[in-house]
């Protein structure tokens, strides 16, 4: 189903992605309504209509399909449940497959691997003895993960040389878990790509991230990496895009390596089924930020051109960071976002803030 | 009063311009509640709260006031009373003033001549009698325009030679007039600036403007005039800014003109207090929107950098225009803008179409 301008998007979840897409709905002629359990949130501001219940509430969820000509999500910890039954009422785009697929880590990294795709080593691990023969297969260091709900780096535990490896699964919990071996990276990247409901891909430029503390900290555009890497990381975006039959906006979290003979890689680490903080840049420093590009595909519109307009510089603000608007706000070549949380919590993602660097057109 | 982050920015008027104001209130993390007295209107999708009332209705005002934290307008008819109602109440910025000012061609004119600014010659007319008597003194051709409630062309009418000086009186109905000697201008152009409550003035690049039926049609950014011009421009904005002791974003709208010397001047048109059409290119053209600025006009913050990111062009979709949506979205160098108008209506603006060519840096 195509959109005309005025039809309503209804977006499950209602944190800082789901109050830009809002935004992006709002540039382009179209209306959102936000469903999300909280009854505070940085999206509702942002959107003509809300629905505040519980993604298990299928009164409200059937009410929701009604109001709405097309559903998504802007987190990957919906349940798959959810949008299965929404999907029964309206088209959801992205639909469950990738949810579902995104919500458990081995079943995601099986995905990638089945594609061909370099990932780290990894292992399923049910119980404590099956971690300790994992251990001894992968070697150390090793990271041990939740299968399920993890994000900003809960969820997962480092195994090094003279690691309890018993202490480190207690304290995960008993759910399923999986152990991947470390991956000594040179930086972290990722693409993020849209592909439209008549499977047109497009892609930004590379991003380089910057982690503290498992957050996103920094991004740059382009990422330094070589023109080969930059290819392949394009086509493995195309891949995943094409194998899920997805429709939207996609991130693909990458490792660059460096092998011995000095030449570069990727390691494909992991998907977001949605719009990602890695290109929060394109919002200034592309022709189309990654919003609209959303919007543009799960409404069945032509992409728009994903072209940079600058070297892009993005940092998020973390916590007391956000303590700084005033300061951010009186330097002129700085862009302020905010997402409207009155509350200022450590690690919390409060806005970010992006710096444009003019390139000559000659040069690009 | 210095807002801060989370503060809730009260709109008086429900057009695009509100929306776009309301979008640029959620990028700084701000929330916007639109007081208006339309059960439908643009800028309503786009606000965490909205008030719809008659501006001349004061118990809605007295509830709207106690809601928000600053109130501004986004269209110059608003009741001047409704906002002296407010500005006992809460800070109503820019002021009572300059909407009175420019609400009165008659009034702004004049406070513009004893600024010492170039205008056309105008006579206030009171009635056919007076008209007569400004037409001899004015000479032919001259416009006739109603003091009040014009915008776009309306109620205002050329008198030629050869027309019949009664019937058009007529036609514009009996409200007193203002007659204006027709100004042989170049071309047209408009300067946007913004005065933050420090007193700070920043303006943006000048834009050059086509009017068809007037109603803008078209707007490039820089506009061909000279330095001089340009600067004389910014002189012009800044004395009036000053003169008001206003706070906010105002637009000035020029004449460029040619002596027979060849020489380029400018003649003040009128002003209007609010942000305006022919800078919707600052959206993706500037470091900072016009929407944007006002905002940190209003909320007591330091003004953003005015810098523009390349050669802008802008159009309108007016009426019929807006069914052309698809093909705009198709072309890879347009940003399409469309304000949630459901029905298309002739002479209705619809949306706007921005395109920015890029510069080199060594260039600007």
């Known amino acids: 189903m195509i959109l005309s301008p005025g039809a309503t998007i209804g977006i499950l979840g209602a944190g800082q992605l789901g109050r830009m897409l809002a935004i992006a709905a709002l540039k382009v002629g179209l209306r959102a309504h936000i ?51 929404l999907a029964e009422r309206v088209p959801v785009r992205p639909g469950a ?15 990638l691997r089945d594609l061909g795709m ?21 070697g150390r260091p090793a990271i041990l993960k939740t299968r399920r709900f993890g994000y900003d780096g809960k969820g997962q535990s480092l195994i090094r040389e003279g690691s309890n490896v018993a202490a480190v699964h207690r304290a995960l919990g008993s759910a399923p878990m999986i152990l991947e071996s470390f991956v000594a990276f040179e930086r972290e990247a990722s693409v993020v790509a849209a592909r439209s409901l008549e ?5 930004f430029d590379l991003s380089e991230n910057e982690h503290e503390k498992h957050i996103l900290a920094r991004t740059r555009a382009p990422a330094r990496v070589s023109a080969e890497t930059e290819l392949e990381a394009r086509r493995i975006a195309s891949t995943v895009l094409e ?12 490792f660059v390596t460096r092998d011995r003979q000095g030449r570069e890689g990727l390691v494909v680490n992991e ?3 949605r719009v990602h ?13 990654q919003f609209e590009q959303h919007m543009r595909a799960i409404a069945g ?45 450590p690690d919390r993602k409060m806005g970010h803030v992006t710096r444009i660097f003019p390139e000559s057109p000659a040069s690009e």
Chains 1, 2 share one sequence.
């Open 301 to 345: 519109w032509p992409l728009g051109a994903p072209t940079r307009r600058g070297r892009a510089e993005m940092h998020n603000l973390i916590g007391e960071d956000a303590a700084e608007w005033r300061d951010i706000l009186a330097q002129p070549d700085l862009c302020l976002h905010l997402y409207g949380k009155l509350e200022i919590r």
């Open 35 to 85: 469903f999300a359990p909280e009854a505070e949130a940085p999206a509702y501001d942002a959107a003509a209509a809300r629905t505040v219940a519980a993604f298990e509430n299928e009164e409200a969820l059937a009410r929701f399909a009604e109001a709405v000509d097309v559903a998504t999500y802007e987190f990957e910890n919906v349940p798959v449940k959810t949008v299965e039954f």
């Open 277 to 289: 903080n890695s290109a929060h840049w394109t919002l200034e420093g592309a022709q189309t930020s």
């Open 271 to 273: 998907i977001a089924p």
């Open 199 to 203: 499977g047109e891909i497009v892609a």
């Open 243 to 254: 194998a899920l039959d997805y429709v939207g906006v996609l991130a693909v979290e990458l």
């Open 118 to 138: 370099k990932t780290a080593a990894f292992v399923g691990v049910e119980d404590a003895g099956a971690l300790a023969r994992a251990v001894a297969e992968l």
């Open 97 to 111: 497959r990738a949810l579902a697929l995104t919500q458990d880590r081995l079943t995601e990294k099986k995905f």
